[in-house]
């Protein structure tokens, strides 16, 4: 994004998102984060011992989720009508979903060879 028009001395207007495809983004992502805390919900609700591997999946999944809500909660912020702003947020997100894949990836490779704790059981 430029800060200026070409020949101007004139500060170039901020491009901004329309309200509508923000609404959309919104919506998408809070499903997105009631999945993932629907997930780590049950999984910390289940009986059963824990193992090492528990611990790096719940990690990361904890992680990934802390990160989607906070995108979430700047996507609410009317500064996210600010195209940088709207795609920094998108972005984040996107490394916070990667971050709960990861460590649910991480839960099934770990029952896959053995080491698997009570993610899977219930």
Known sequence: MA???????A???????EGIFRSGSITAISVVVG???GFLSRWSGLPGKWAASDIFAVAS???GVALQIKELVD????RSLVVAYYERSIRIFVAGLIQVAIGV????????????GIALRG
């Open 35 to 37: 999945f993932s805390l």
């Open 105 to 116: 990836a991480a839960a099934i490779f770990a029952e896959i060879i053995g080491f698997g």
């Open 3 to 9: 800060d200026s028009i070409p020949g101007s001395d």
């Open 61 to 63: 999944i904890t992680l």
């Open 75 to 78: 996507l609410l912020s009317i």
């Open 11 to 17: 500060p170039a207007p901020s491009e901004k998102v």
